[in-house]
């Protein structure tokens, strides 16, 4: 069993940065691909990031986003730049028991309760 908490959301104005936290515990955390998704009102939970030795953006994200790991710690971040309107949602924290990158909520089984990023224009 895998618990995933998220952490460091919150309000911030369009330009602005944040850093989302996700602390893992149970199994063994480096041999998990960690991913962060994301869910706007009235849509779909959508790919962010992934990460294992390698990083995968969603192309809304690339060059704004970095996800890094930190194994020691069994923590994994989404740092934020730039943000957008666009960019509020709610904020997951997801883990898989394969090591491959991937975009795919199904390649998740651990998921994170999840943290509001709301950005004012």
């Known amino acids: 069993q895998v618990q995933l908490v998220e952490s460091g959301g919150g309000l911030q104005q369009a330009g602005h940065s944040l850093r989302l936290s996700c602390v893992a515990s149970?199994?063994?955390?480096?041999?998990?691909?960690m991913g962060w998704f994301r869910q706007a009102p009235g849509k779909e939970r959508e790919f962010v990031a992934s990460?294992?030795?390698?990083?995968l953006y969603a192309d809304s994200v690339k060059g704004r986003f970095t996800i890094s790991r930190d194994n020691a710690k069994k923590t994994v971040y989404l740092q934020m730049n730039s943000l957008k309107f666009e960019d509020t949602a709610v904020y997951y924290c997801?883990?898989?028991?394969?090591?491959?990158?991937?975009?795919?909520?199904?390649?998740?089984?651990?998921w994170g309760q999840g943290t509001q990023v709301t950005v004012s224009s």
């Open positions: 997801a883990a898989g028991l394969r090591f491959l990158l991937s975009r795919y909520n199904r390649d998740y089984s651990y």
């Open positions: 990460i294992t030795g390698s990083t």
């Open positions: 149970g199994r063994t955390f480096s041999s998990s691909v």
